[in-house]
């Protein structure tokens, strides 16, 4: 571990004060993979929040989170997280900045955040989770004055580890242990959380989630370093895969990420008066907030920012690795407005675009259409490059609730059609060419070149915006297994012929990486190229060991 710039932090026992409509489920940790000098106790929390009467009430366990997206055949976003220090209205600027990440995760949202009754009572911390949208999980804004205090994390959720629909995995976690309460957000996937797991099980500790973050957890609450940061420091050189992450306590905020920095987190300074400090995995995030941008969290680091002055510390995690960006951040999961690993997402896929179109031109095309929202900027540059004129042939309804689709396959094809109409006039009798960010399984895809010819095109071109997907990721994208991915199973024609147009391309590898530049070998692109930055041993043999039980 090599310190960067390291101010002494304020070592010390933190007093555990818990909230009277706490619910704590006491999680024990007998021994450890670093066995404790004493054994250690873990209480991770129920989240509650006290209802109209003011009695504890938990949010409802059977919220309808597991919808599937209207327009399914995608990877998954993984989550998104938030973390502010410094504002009187800190937990109300993590719930606004969480909307502003609502794309990253749609199943659960929570915020935990310090409280101070008096100015002579100790501080705590309290949790609002539940399942289901931000907008939903925050209506009531009496939430805001149960989450009073100057500091907060959040999360969007949508699951890569763990059960979807179980609210006791719906982040950020709030756990108590012998140093007092720390509470914790993650985004990304750990591809040794079983071993960890059973490691952790074996030596005595108990689970309360199906959540690889918990591990995170239990691995701080069972190291000996002092003080916190150190034992975060401890817990992540135990961790491999991706994460990017957000802890606090009483009085500090700490963000992390791994050495790879495969997820994105960003640190900016909010322009009030309070000049609070925000992490968040997206500018789109800090944009919403009237926060400036000041750097992105290094991959490998660990910050921290103390409450009282909001002094800014760093230590490097461990010795660098290359750094393995994940591109379909750019490609698909970002908002457009953002800037992640350093590049704007918008004039990503808009050269992403207008290559596709050098590559892959469509002779005696009539028209470039995207499919909503995704293959937009990329068809805009398709268009620009080509001098074919860009329409919306596809109308996209912002009006069909998640709830109103039951995810049983008969149904589930009626939805594109619901999420997706099209224009008759832009279409009719047309060379179409339609411009998508990926394909996956390819089922999507085929009910839009359907939707399309049915509409009376004369001819429908595909053009993808990036390379064909042939693998799995295991660093927090939730992609299907590799023999469901289309192209895996096909070669360019084959899935030409599977999804019905009358031509197909996608953006290759090499144009891909050629945009990149110098920075290419910066990125992972592991499912473009099954050139996976850490091995997926465990995820394989998972995999292998669920289907020998099939
Ligand atoms: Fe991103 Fe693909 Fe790498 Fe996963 S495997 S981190 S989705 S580029």
């Given at each position: 571990m090599a310190a960067a710039t390291t101010t002494s932090p304020a070592a010390g026992r933190l007093p555990f004060s818990p909230h009277p409509n706490a619910n704590p489920v006491r999680l024990s940790s007998r021994a450890s993979l670093k066995t404790p000098s004493k054994p250690v106790s873990l209480h991770l929390r129920h989240l509650t929040v006290p209802s109209a009467a003011g009695a504890a009430a938990p949010y409802p366990d059977s919220f309808s989170s597991s919808i599937p997206d209207l327009l399914s055949d995608k990877p998954r976003d993984e989550c998104g997280v938030v973390g502010i220090i410094g504002d009187p209205d800190a937990s109300y600027l993590c719930s606004v900045a969480l909307h502003a990440l609502q794309h990253r995760g749609q199943e659960g949202a929570g915020i935990v955040s310090t409280h101070r009754p008096s100015s002579d009572s100790p501080v705590s911390l309290r949790s609002v989770t539940g399942l289901g949208l931000v907008s939903q999980v925050?209506?009531?804004?009496?939430k805001f004055d149960y989450l009073s205090g100057s500091a907060a994390i959040g999360h969007v959720r949508y699951s890569t580890a763990g059960s979807a629909s179980s609210l006791a995995n719906v982040q950020p976690f709030l756990a108590g242990y012998r140093f007092g309460q720390l509470a914790v957000a993650h985004n990304g996937n750990l591809v040794n959380y079983s071993s960890l797991r059973a490691s952790l099980e074996d030596s005595g500790s108990i689970f309360n989630?199906?959540?690889?973050?918990e591990v995170i957890l239990h691995l701080i609450a069972n190291s000996n370093s002092r003080p916190l940061i150190s034992r975060i420091v401890d817990a992540c050189e135990a961790l491999q895969g991706a994460y990017s992450l957000v802890f606090l306590t009483k009085n500090k905020l700490f963000a992390a990420r791994d050495p790879y920095g495969f997820r994105p987190l960003v640190l900016g300074r909010l322009r009030?008066?309070?000049?609070a400090i925000v992490f968040a995995s997206e500018t789109c995030a800090l944009d919403l907030i009237e926060a400036d941008y000041e750097r992105e969290v290094n991959p490998g680091e660990v910050i921290f920012v103390d409450g009282h002055d909001l002094s800014i510390s760093s230590l490097c995690l461990m010795p660098p690795k290359p750094r393995k960006a994940c591109i379909f951040e750019h490609i698909y999961f970002a908002l457009p407005n953002s800037i992640v690993f350093g590049r704007a997402v918008y004039s990503s896929r808009y050269s992403f675009g207008s290559t596709l179109a050098k590559e892959s031109p469509v002779a005696n095309a009539d028209v470039v259409i995207p499919v909503p929202d995704s293959g937009f900027y990329a068809a805009l540059g398709y268009a620009s490059h080509s001098g074919v004129p860009f329409q919306q042939g596809l109308i996209r309804s912002h009006y069909v609730g998640r709830t109103f689709i039951q995810p049983e396959q008969n149904i589930r094809d009626l939805a594109v059609r619901l999420k997706l109409a099209p224009v008759k006039g832009i279409l009719e009798g047309k060379s179409v060419v339609v411009v998508d960010d990926s394909i996956v399984r390819g089922t999507t895809s085929s009910k839009i070149v359907r939707l399309i010819k049915d509409a009376g095109a004369r001819e429908v071109h595909m053009r993808i915006a990036?390379?064909?997907?042939v693998g799995s990721c295991y660093y927090g994208v939730d992609t299907p297994r590799s023999e469901e991915l289309i192209s895996n199973k096909m070669d360019v024609e084959g899935v030409r012929n599977a999804i019905g147009c009358d031509s197909l391309a996608f953006l290759s590898l090499e144009s891909l990486r050629n945009l990149l530049g110098k920075e290419a070998p910066s990125y992972c692109d592991a499912c473009f190229s099954g050139n996976y930055p850490v091995p997926p041993m465990e995820n394989e043999a998972d995999r292998l060991l669920a289907e020998e039980e099939e």
């Open positions: 925050f209506q009531d804004k009496s989630t199906s959540s690889d973050t009030r008066p309070s000049r990036s390379p064909p997907i």
